[in-house]
């Protein structure tokens, strides 16, 4: 599964450098997939959707800090745990049951996010 951001978020900020695909954004804030990854051109979301790697998307919350599930591998092949969910003082990144991948899934995902 993808890590999702709760209502409890504190704004603190402390999961935003740990993440090794740039996923986690500061509520408000556009995000785009060539963020911290080497994706270029066209990209294929879950969905089927296509996308420009370059181009800046809607915020998934205003509010508070936010990680796109497009783009959250649960850390895999990077580290043994979710760092967010790691460094969160308040617990608040957690399995998002909307979006869920097996480890060959978010591997393949961390593959085509790191050419």
């Known amino acids: 599964m993808a890590i999702k951001i709760t209502e409890e978020c504190i704004n603190c900020g ?10 986690i954004y500061e509520g408000g804030v ?7 990854t ?3 051109g066209a990209f294929v979301l879950k969905d ?15 509010d508070t800090y ?3 599930p497009n783009k ?9 745990e979710p760092q967010c969910a790691a460094v969160c003082p308040v617990d608040c990144c957690v399995p998002d049951e909307m979006y869920v991948e097996t480890v060959e899934e978010l591997m393949a995902k961390k593959e085509k996010l790191h050419i």
Do not use: L, M
């Open 30 to 36: 556009e995000w785009r997939i060539a963020d911290g």
């Open 66 to 68: 936010y990680i796109v």
């Open 72 to 80: 959250c591998t649960e850390c895999q092949g990077f580290h043994e």
């Open 48 to 62: 089927g959707s296509v996308i420009d790697a370059d181009a800046p998307n809607a915020p998934v919350s205003v």
């Open 38 to 40: 080497t994706v270029k």
């Open 14 to 23: 402390a999961c935003e450098p740990e993440c090794p695909n740039n996923a």
